[in-house]
């Protein structure tokens, strides 16, 4: 889905929120699009509002003031059951159904959306094998029978299966083990390459953030402090995008990865 | 009598029994989940309501079960005696644990599914069906299998209110201080209880998460499901048959033919009942018997129409209903109840039947004779070292303990027993009381070797045994004027003692005995 290619798919225009309860706003100000086929990634710490900005996009949540574009059309003109489900969602820990089989966790989307069973049958089969998990070994499993790993990517394969333009991930990998993460981080790289899907991806971890990103929006206390390409990042005079890549040098040789 | 060999004998009243409770519990406990899970639902999306709802329901579950019963009687629509009104009694207690356990286990839903059923664009109705409800069904089949039990055990004091049910026997028994009648109610009810718990265990391990594993062993787990599914609502369906057949026949019998005979819940009453409705069957009448019902249920019933005749006591309808103080005078007590009946409730008073049923006073005759006591004067010199244990009854209407304790200037060793009264016979007899009022027909008072003392400043007002019949009743049923005018002073005190005794200490079916008498009076 490449119409308009130029138009930006989702676009904050002076966008704030905050929760009813607290008067603090949890983002202020926001502006920024995503282009069609960019994987933008939201980086900061727990609290800054990156979350809160993921969530405005597929009516989760509703601004108190500015505007969420998705399509070109405001989120609040938007039917929110419509606009979940042409959006894939992927959290922490997947939050797959527990009482649902693999293949019907997948299939939730497609089901919701009426297809007919041969050709949901064929989408899961598809998917589980884009995913890298055999069809005929893991459809009739459920959650509880898989690794942390394996139940993350039947959250990206549920995210994909009515073929979503907009992916939205918030941290998806953060629960797992390094050696995990970084085989599920490589491998999502090429899959939304491969796919040429938009993305909008939520995470502390800058090594995942310059990793997966077109794009890195650095967020602290609700704003955006820049938005730049991973090569411009990395030379950035910006004093927190200093101390977010000072973490990548600390301790080398010693083995220890950084954990969140 | 063995045990087993009681059972097979009643095994058709036993088996009647069993189905007026396994209907009671599953029509109230299937009531109690089409009320208790949506309201459960409405909780969770409401929950300013929260707080208000389970304090309610929870405020309802702490009444005690007779309590209860007796707030229900003179309700209209959802009062009254027999099966209704047990079920709302028992709706009302199974509600909190359904309700209590569908909030529970639709707030206890991990956040992290509900928030991707959300965003993948599933409807409110969607989550609710496909997500929460299959999820929290565990806890709340817990809910139901807690207030089926509940259920199961309340359902025995629904006998108080004429609604049946195996509690019936658990009430005879205690009254007749029959084991096996105490056994026959008590083991299937325990049994029933816990059939209910472990099919419903099995349904909630179903449902848990922790049971989802891989395909093959599903099937066997399905079948399973399937076959668990088609014997409850077998059972169901079987119990709500019968529920509806007992009411249909109820309510298919042309009004002019049948006749509502009740009883209070004491074996003489139950006895002069049963020879009031065989008579009329003995002509062609058609009679629903309603015995056993407690306190001054009989008379609510009456007034509400549910019962069409019961034999009552003058001195009873005198002060207990009337709220006359005690006269000693039978012919005054007699005159003033009959005209005030009439006036009053439309209820006409039968001929006395020939004897009386006061309260006697009781001591252990081997005492009596031992400090040779004749009358309650002298025996008040000993009651301080003596230990009293009367029946709830006594205790608190106006002629009981405290008008008597007063006109004979009683005191005792400790404040008395208050206890079933059938039992107070045993507590005198093996010493564990020294001095109880029991009743002057009592078949026991001979056989336990107990010695009535003497009413010698003619306390009690004078209780002759009369039939209480409604006046719209004599006028539909000529039947019912010839058994009346038949039974006018037929039954001596000898008379009524020995029926008791029959009952009540020989064990002998209660309906067999009064066939005997029937056909020795040749009536």
Known sequence: MSEASNKPLVEFRDVSFSHASSAAPIISHLTFSVAPGETLVLLGESGCGKTTTLKLINCLLMPNAGEVLVEGKPTTAWDPIRLRRRTGYVIQEGGLFPHFSIAKNVALVPALEGWEQARIKNRVDELLSLVGLEPNAFADRYPAELSGGQRQRIGVARALAADPSLLLLDEPFGALDPLTRASLQREFAELSKRLNKTAVFVTHDVREALLLGSRIGLMQAGKLLLLETPEEFLKSKSEQAIAYLETLRVPAGSGKEETQ | ?523
């Open chain 2, 1 to 523: 009598m063995s045990f087993i060999s009681f059972l097979k004998q009643n095994w058709p009243e036993l088996s009647t029994l069993l189905r007026q409770h396994l209907s009671l519990v599953l029509i109230s406990t299937l009531v109690a989940v089409a009320i208790g899970i949506p309201t459960g639902i409405l909780l969770t999306r409401r929950k300013s309501l929260r707080g208000p709802v389970l304090g309610i329901a929870n405020i309802m579950q702490t009444i005690p079960s007779l309590a209860l019963f007796g707030f229900l009687i003179p309700l209209p629509f959802i009062g009254g005696i027999g099966a209704r009104t047990a079920i709302v009694a028992l709706v009302v207690y199974a509600l909190l644990p359904i309700i209590r356990n569908t909030v529970t286990g639709i707030t206890g839903v991990d956040p992290n599914v509900r928030e991707a059923a959300v965003a993948m664009g599933m409807t409110g109705r969607q989550i609710l069906w496909q997500v929460e409800l299959p999820l929290a069904m565990p806890v709340i089949i817990t809910g139901v299998r807690v207030a089926m039990v509940i259920a199961i055990g309340v359902a025995t004091i629904a006998a108080a209110v004429g609604a049946g049910g195996l509690g019936v026997y658990i009430f005879r028994g205690l009254r007749q201080y029959d084991n096996n009648l105490l056994l026959a109610g008590a083991v299937p009810a325990a049994l029933m209880a816990l059939i209910a718990d472990f099919g419903l265990g099995l349904l909630e391990r179903y449902f848990s998460v922790a049971h989802k594993r891989r395909a093959g062993t599903t099937s066997a787990r399905k079948k399973f499901m399937v076959a668990a599914t088609a014997a409850t609502l077998a059972a169901v369906i079987t119990g709500i048959y019968v529920g509806s057949r007992e009411s249909r026949s109820r309510n298919a019998q042309p009004q002019s033919a049948r006749v509502v005979v009740g009883s209070k819940d004491f074996t003489e009453s139950a006895i002069l009942a049963e020879i009031v409705a065989q008579l009329l069957e003995a002509r062609g009448v058609r009679v629903e018997r309603n015995y056993e019902l407690g306190g001054n249920l009989p008379h609510d019933a009456m007034l509400a129409g549910r019962v069409d005749i019961y034999p009552e006591y003058t001195g009873t309808s005198y002060t207990a209903i009337l709220n006359h103080q005690p006269i000693s005078d039978p012919r005054a007590v007699y005159d003033q109840v009959k005209t005030e009946y009439a006036h009053k409730f439309s209820v006409a008073v039968s001929e006395p039947l020939g004897f009386e049923n006061t309260f006697a006073i009781l001591i252990r005759g081997a005492e009596a004779r031992k400090l040779k006591l004749k009358t309650i004067s002298e025996a008040a010199l000993h009651t301080p070292n003596w230990r009293a244990g009367f029946g709830q009854d006594f205790m608190s209407r106006a002629d009981g303990y405290p008008g008597f304790s007063k006109a004979y200037g009683l005191r005792f060793a400790e404040q008395p027993r208050e206890m079933d009264l059938s039992l107070t016979y045993i507590a005198l007899a093996s010493g564990q009381v020294d001095l109880i009022a029991g009743n002057s027909t009592e078949g026991r008072i001979a056989a336990l070797d107990l010695f009535q003392l003497e009413d010698d400043r003619h306390y009690f007002p004078p209780y002759e045994a009369v039939y209480l019949v409604r006046q719209e009743t004599i006028a539909r049923v000529e039947q019912l004027r010839e058994v009346l005018a038949k039974l006018a002073h037929a039954i001596s005190t000898e008379e009524m003692r020995q029926l008791n005794y029959e009952v009540d200490a020989n064990k002998r079916n209660q309906a067999e005995v009064v066939r005997e008498w029937v056909k020795k009076k040749g009536f």
